[in-house]
T-cell receptor, first 112, second 114 residues
Framework: GQQLNQSPQSMFIQEGEDVSMNCTSS?????WLWYKQDPGEGPVLLIA?????ELTSNGRLTAQFGITRKDSFLNISASIPSDVGIYFC????????????FGTGTRLQVTL | GAGVSQSPSNKVTEKGKDVELRCDPI?????LYWYRQSLGQGLEFLIY????????KSGLPSDRFSAERTGGSVSTLTIQRTQQEDSAVYLC????????????FGSGTRLTVV
C-alpha cells in the first residue's frame, strides 16, 4: 500500500525546546492531518490541512501542507512534559475518500 | 455517546478461536472505520462503513476477517480462527463525513493471541 515516510522515528528533547517532524510521500495527497497518541488511547486530531501551502496553528503547534502536496511538517514550540507521546501524520490520497494513510509515527520524549 | 466506545479494552484468546470486537461510534456519525495498529507501527486501514454499507473493505487482511454494522450505529469486527499475527490494537473511528477527515478514535481493543 501507499507509504508515508515520517521522521524522525523518535526524539528526546529538553523542556522548552522547539520540535520539528515531517512526513513525505511519493504520492499526492488532498488532505494532511496530524494526530497525537498517548499510551493506551486512540489518536487525537491536532491539526487538519486541506490546501497546498496552507499553514495552520493550534496553540504551540504549527503545521504546513507542502506546495507539492507530497509532504507536511509539524512544529511544536516551547515543548512541555505533556507533549510526550507518539505523533502521526496522515493523509487522504486523491481518489480514496474513504480512508487515511498513516505514517509510522514520531515518538517524542521530553526531559525536564 | 460522547465519544467512540470500544469493547473489550483487552482480549486474550487462544490461537484458532474466534473473537468479536465491538465499536459504538459517536451518535449521528455516519462514517465508521476500523484500523489495526501493530506494536510500534502506524495505523493500517481495514474497512470503512458509510451507514450500514461497506464501500471499502480493501484493507481486510484475509477472509478470516469480517465486519458488519447495524442500524447505522454499532459495528462488530470478527476474526475467525485467530493467528498469532493477528495480535494488535484494533482501533475504531467515526466521523460525520461532511468533508471532515478529523476522525474521532476510540481507545482500541488490544488483542493478544496466545
Amino acid at each position: 500500500g501507499q507509504q508515508l515516510n515520517q521522521s524522525p522515528q523518535s526524539m528526546f528533547i529538553q523542556e522548552g525546546e522547539d520540535v520539528s517532524m515531517n512526513c513525505t510521500s511519493s504520492s499526492i495527497f488532498n488532505t494532511w492531518l496530524w494526530y497525537k497518541q498517548d499510551p493506551g488511547e486512540g489518536p487525537v486530531l491536532l491539526i487538519a490541512l486541506y490546501k497546498a501551502g496552507e499553514l495552520t496553528s493550534n496553540g504551540r503547534l504549527t503545521a504546513q501542507f507542502g506546495i507539492t502536496r507530497k509532504d507536511s511538517f509539524l512544529n511544536i514550540s516551547a515543548s512541555i512534559p505533556s507533549d510526550v507521546g507518539i505523533y502521526f501524520c496522515a493523509g487522504q490520497l486523491i481518489g480514496t475518500a474513504s480512508k487515511l494513510t498513516f505514517g509510522t509515527g514520531t515518538r517524542l520524549q521530553v526531559t525536564l | 455517546g460522547a465519544g467512540v466506545s470500544q469493547s473489550p479494552s483487552n482480549k486474550v484468546t487462544e490461537k484458532g478461536k474466534d473473537v468479536e470486537l465491538r465499536c459504538d461510534p459517536i451518535s449521528g456519525h455516519t462514517a465508521l472505520y476500523w484500523y489495526r495498529q501493530s506494536l510500534g507501527q502506524g495505523l493500517e486501514f481495514l474497512i470503512y462503513f458509510q451507514g450500514n454499507s461497506a464501500p471499502d473493505k480493501s484493507g481486510l487482511p484475509s477472509d478470516r476477517f469480517s465486519a458488519e454494522r447495524t442500524g447505522g450505529s454499532v459495528s462488530t469486527l470478527t476474526i475467525q480462527r485467530t493467528q498469532q499475527e493477528d495480535s494488535a490494537v484494533y482501533l475504531c473511528a467515526s466521523s460525520d463525513q461532511r468533508g471532515n477527515y478529523g476522525y474521532t478514535f476510540g481507545s482500541g481493543t488490544r488483542l493478544t493471541v496466545v
